[in-house]
């Protein structure tokens, strides 16, 4: 339909002025960071990218392109793991790209709150809250380049979780475009407002698919006064979570973090990023020396004092050592140790993708279920593939694992490995859903994990999404084939 | 209709067992408690009380009741305070209690989770978790009768929220029985869940208007291991709400309640239950003093100890003397003095009945807003009416208010308390709604607030809110003329 593109881009060029609508044939390199993810698994084309800068022009795209019978894909940071920001391969969608929405709107220290447009990046809004003595605790890798709007889209998770929540729990209110290019204002700042259904809730989480994110109110929280990293080696998964268990008990509200990292990602670390593998005795004592089966990274605040949030973490420490719950522990006993601890987390994607292709899955299910999972995946793994090998890490507090598979050596690539990646999903899903489990644990669905949500949803629960994306979205105008 | 409804009767009584359906004209004792709300503002009457005793029989209900073309009312505890959960007076509604869905499934203490049928009572909850050594913090008044299902229904709030959230924040899952008569399984015990649309999170709040919740998972805490309670005085509300900035920033997540009481309210104590006006010294130094303007009820919780509670309040209360934000101060140094202090507050609301009718307003606003609002208000219900009465107290730490107006003396019974009612509450929520505030902050809509909501809301909200409830309830067999 090139009449009718063309008359769209026309429009869209009137109503946002001519440079804020690229199209390929003019801007093909400019072009190319909205059209692929950054993992360059989906690669697609768009008839248009258009960057209006603000919420009016957002509404006016979207009736606009609900004029032309065109879909749209939303788009903020498109730093997403599943394939839910980038347009399909026809060259016919729309991408509304949200970065120019990129204001901090207020920020009020007295309601702990501040209100952003949805292009900030995740990094300006952190940045804004401490600027006010603020925190603003959402946590990701991708930070300097993700955005509000699309961690709200998205409910995204992260490293601090376990203390204050995902997006969706730091989020007091939306301001959203509709399918019908309206605008519905939902932007209120309130911990409390029972007046009907939980609208806020409903477009958290929908990557796009039921309405557009264009500010948000968000919930702020106290900056700790104090803080405290310790390493904590453990001999299995079980004690792990007993830890885990003990911690919650102890520290509270002052357990902020609570990673964990099998001794396979420490050794790939190990072997392709060595300055980041041993961050601190005793775990560098001998950097050839074996990894501990399962290392735990936790982190403390207190509301006092660095010195309190590393003596009391320090004291809670000598505890489980003595009863054995832990083999050996280290504190960071200052910045730089507490960056080393983190950079030896952070730098297993990095090793994992050096050593080669994973099959990844993001699971979830709840930390009772963990050491048996865990357990009985590998073990099923083992058996099947025996030079299959399981990466496995994660936001453990969260009951959130990040279990990456190596294909065994002769299904890397082609149709092998197709068939190895259905018949390792199915494998690890299939124990992951048996104990209550999901499949997407903060990644979402987007166009990755759209046919295995269809299989293996409640039908209930997915018919009552499909009849609320049609209620919401009757023509199917936002992020077609996505979620549902 | 009286032949559907004996058909209707005898259906529900084949499925259910006879006993489990009550009938205005067998028991109209046992009747009367589902019929009227306990306030007794709202009074109805029923075809048929119908008590299922599990999930498939509250579907068997569902079912019957819509091919009769009989609508629902679910009920859990009835001590909702906004008409939400009573029949209306025609008697052709069919109540749902959901009463003996009463058992707690299972309690996991590794994960933090259990899991308990709908017509647990709150207190049930509560010591389920207690028993397993952990902490289920949602607390109310009602919470010896009020069930869980009617807290996630109606998303009830209390005196914990500022550190625990609302019941939505305490809810990883729910089952749900749709209007088709369906079981919704959306009861996972999982804090990381991205796999869709959060339906969850549309049927809490939603007053039992677009589907019964049959059963939940909820999120437990860790029990503090120490606990200390304060009354503060403050010179006005500016002072107050200062004093709440700085007990986040300085106790952070160990704040777990922060209540304030206007010396009216206080008076109000002191003349009708004399015995709990005057709970520790300074506040009892003179029991004919004047109340001090503004009164704080301050809770501090520790990971440590009471003691460790105490101290790090006492110090902390010392500070904010010396500053003069506080122009008095006194600890609960046991667990008496804590209670006479909790007492103080728990009796504003009988002590304001004693002294006779208001209009009541649960009204919320961003704190920051509290103030000019509590000045501007009382200064223009003072020049309408010289002789109204303004009782406020409530919830400062969410920024929510029972903010009540006694009636002047001529406008306190028929057609001159209406005008009165609909005057203070154009007046009231006006004002409210000019600072981002809601005319529900913790209450509801039910019955009450309908034509408010209908008036005040965002109109592409509203029309968005109509739209869920023709989705999931085409032929509006549940709780119709609830909410919207």
Redesign the interface.
């Known amino acids: 339909m090139p009449d009718t593109s063309d008359a769209l881009v026309a429009a869209l060029r009137q109503a946002l002025g001519a440079t804020a609508v690229l199209t390929s044939e003019a801007q093909a390199d400019e072009h190319a960071r909205y059209l692929s993810d950054w993992r360059q698994r989906y690669h697609g084309r768009a008839r248009a990218i258009a960057r209006p800068a603000s919420t009016e022009e957002v509404a006016t795209v979207v009736r606009l392109c609900a004029q032309h019978g065109v879909t749209i894909v939303p788009q903020g940071g498109n730093t997403g793991l599943v394939g839910g920001g980038v347009p399909d391969a026809s060259g016919l969608q729309v991408v509304l790209s949200l970065s120019r929405l990129n204001r901090v709107l207020a920020v ?6 501040m209100t952003v447009q949805a292009g900030c990046t995740l990094a300006q809004v952190q940045d804004a809250a401490a600027a006010a ?1 603020l925190l603003f605790p959402l946590s990701l890798a991708s930070e300097g380049t993700c955005t509000i709007g699309g961690n709200l889209a ?2 995204a ?1 992260g490293t601090q ?1 376990l ?1 204050y ?2 997006a ?2 730091l989020c007091l209110g939306l301001e959203v475009v ?1 399918a019908h290019g ?5 932007l ?12 806020r ?2 477009f ?3 990557e796009g698919t ?1 309405g557009i994110i264009t500010a948000a109110s968000l919930r702020l ?2 900056r ?1 006064k104090g803080l405290c990293t310790a390493l904590v080696a453990c001999a299995d998964m079980g004690a792990a ?2 830890l ?2 003990a911690a ?7 357990l902020t973090a609570f990673e964990v990292m099998e001794a396979l990602p420490l050794s790939l670390v190990a072997r392709h990023l060595p300055d980041a593998a041993h961050p601190i005795a005793p775990f560098n004592a001998d950097p050839t020396s074996v990894p501990p089966p399962w290392l735990v990274l936790m982190e403390h ?1 207190s ?1 006092v004092s660095d010195t309190h949030a590393a003596e009391s973490l320090q004291g809670w420490l000598d505890e489980v050592l003595t009863t054995g719950l832990a083999q050996n522990a280290a504190l960071a006993h200052n910045e730089h140790q507490r960056r080393a601890m983190w950079g030896l987390r952070e730098s297993i994607p990095l090793a994992e993708k050096t050593e080669g292709l994973m099959v990844k899955h993001d699971i ?6 963990v050491p048996a999972f865990v357990e009985e995946a590998g073990r099923a793994i083992a058996q099947r593939w025996p030079d299959a090998r399981v990466v496995c890490f994660g ?1 453990l507090g ?3 694992l990040h279990y990456n598979v190596q294909p065994p050596a002769l299904a890397r690539s082609g149709p092998a490995l197709a068939i190895f990646e259905g018949e390792v999903n199915a494998l690890v899903f299939g124990l992951v859903m048996a104990r ?10 987007g166009a990755l ?1 759209r046919d295995e ?1 269809a299989r293996r ?2 039908p ?3 018919a ?2 499909k ?6 979205d009757p023509t199917g105008l936002l992020n077609p084939g996505r ?2």
Do not use: F, W
């Open positions: 009020d220290a007295a309601n702990l709150s003595g998205t409910n998770g979780v203390r929540g995902t969706r729990e509709t309206e605008v519905l204002d939902a209120s700042s309130l911990r409390k407002n029972n007046t009907g259904y939980a609208l809730d409903l958290i989480g929908s039921l929280h106290p700790p979570v007993t885990l268990q919650r008990r102890d520290l509270d509200a002052g605040t509301s979830g299910m709840p930390t009772s279920a936001h969260d009951g959130n209550g489990g999901t499949l997407s644990a903060e990644h979402g669905i994990r949500l949803a409640d209930v629960a997915l009552t999404m009849a609320l994306k049609q209620t919401l979620v549902i």
